[in-house]
Protein backbone atom coordinates (compact mmCIF):
# COMPACT_ATOMS: atom_id res chain seq x y z
CA UNK A 1 0.00 0.00 0.00
CA UNK A 2 0.80 3.52 0.00
CA UNK A 3 2.54 6.07 2.61
CA UNK A 4 0.49 8.33 4.13
CA UNK A 5 0.23 11.70 1.98
CA UNK A 6 -1.29 13.59 4.82
CA UNK A 7 0.47 17.28 5.07
CA UNK A 8 3.27 17.01 7.34
CA UNK A 9 1.88 18.16 10.91
CA UNK A 10 3.76 20.72 13.12
CA UNK A 11 2.73 18.46 16.33
CA UNK A 12 5.07 15.75 17.22
CA UNK A 13 2.82 13.66 18.68
CA UNK A 14 0.97 13.73 15.67
CA UNK A 15 3.78 13.44 13.87
CA UNK A 16 4.24 9.86 15.04
CA UNK A 17 0.73 8.79 14.70
CA UNK A 18 1.27 9.56 11.27
CA UNK A 19 4.59 7.52 11.10
CA UNK A 20 3.11 4.59 12.60
CA UNK A 21 -0.15 4.95 10.01
CA UNK A 22 2.67 4.54 7.66
CA UNK A 23 4.16 1.44 9.06
CA UNK A 24 1.01 -0.14 9.31
CA UNK A 25 0.39 0.16 5.58
CA UNK A 26 3.71 -1.42 4.52
CA UNK A 27 3.95 -3.96 7.34
CA UNK A 28 2.73 -7.82 6.28
CA UNK A 29 -0.59 -8.76 6.91
CA UNK A 30 -1.24 -9.76 10.04
CA UNK A 31 1.68 -8.01 11.64
CA UNK A 32 -0.29 -5.17 12.58
CA UNK A 33 -1.09 -6.08 16.62
CA UNK A 34 2.25 -6.30 16.88
CA UNK A 35 3.02 -2.73 15.30
CA UNK A 36 0.19 -1.35 17.38
CA UNK A 37 1.55 -2.94 20.40
CA UNK A 38 4.85 -1.40 19.96
CA UNK A 39 3.40 2.10 20.44
CA UNK A 40 0.86 1.99 22.86
CA UNK A 41 1.06 5.45 24.28
CA UNK A 42 0.51 6.16 20.75
CA UNK A 43 -3.16 4.18 20.98
CA UNK A 44 -5.36 7.12 22.10
CA UNK A 45 -9.12 9.31 20.62
CA UNK A 46 -6.01 11.23 18.57
CA UNK A 47 -4.58 8.12 16.79
CA UNK A 48 -8.13 7.02 15.83
CA UNK A 49 -8.82 10.66 14.43
CA UNK A 50 -5.62 10.60 12.58
CA UNK A 51 -6.59 6.93 10.41
CA UNK A 52 -9.66 8.39 10.01
CA UNK A 53 -8.58 11.64 8.51
CA UNK A 54 -6.03 9.21 6.56
CA UNK A 55 -9.18 7.01 5.36
CA UNK A 56 -10.92 9.90 4.16
CA UNK A 57 -8.04 11.12 1.99
CA UNK A 58 -7.30 7.62 0.54
CA UNK A 59 -11.25 7.33 -0.39
CA UNK A 60 -10.70 10.49 -1.93
CA UNK A 61 -8.22 9.63 -4.30
CA UNK A 62 -9.79 6.22 -5.21
CA UNK A 63 -7.55 3.77 -3.01
CA UNK A 64 -10.33 2.33 -1.48
CA UNK A 65 -8.39 -0.84 -0.04
CA UNK A 66 -5.79 1.52 1.73
CA UNK A 67 -9.53 3.29 3.37
CA UNK A 68 -11.32 0.39 4.32
CA UNK A 69 -7.68 -1.38 6.50
CA UNK A 70 -7.47 2.21 7.96
CA UNK A 71 -11.13 2.60 8.62
CA UNK A 72 -10.91 -1.35 10.20
CA UNK A 73 -8.26 -0.42 12.12
CA UNK A 74 -9.53 2.85 13.70
CA UNK A 75 -13.25 0.80 14.43
CA UNK A 76 -11.42 -2.09 16.02
CA UNK A 77 -8.99 0.47 18.51
CA UNK A 78 -11.90 2.83 19.15
CA UNK A 79 -13.75 0.02 20.63
CA UNK A 80 -10.99 -1.29 23.05
CA UNK A 81 -10.70 2.21 23.66
CA UNK A 82 -14.26 2.42 24.95
CA UNK A 83 -14.95 5.17 22.03
CA UNK A 84 -16.68 3.08 19.92
CA UNK A 85 -20.76 2.75 21.31
CA UNK A 86 -21.67 -0.75 22.12
CA UNK A 87 -25.03 -2.01 21.43
CA UNK A 88 -26.65 -2.82 24.26
CA UNK A 89 -27.51 -6.26 24.25
CA UNK A 90 -30.60 -6.24 27.01
CA UNK A 91 -32.25 -3.08 24.81
CA UNK A 92 -33.36 -5.56 22.22
CA UNK A 93 -34.23 -8.17 24.93
CA UNK A 94 -38.18 -9.09 25.79
CA UNK A 95 -38.79 -8.28 29.83
Given at each position: ??????????????????????????????????????????????????????????????????????????????????L???A????????
Open positions: MATSPIAAPADPRQERYFALIDRLLACPNGEEPQMLNAEPDLLDAGFVTALMQTASYFAHQDNSDAAKFLIFIARELSVQLGYPQDPQLGADT
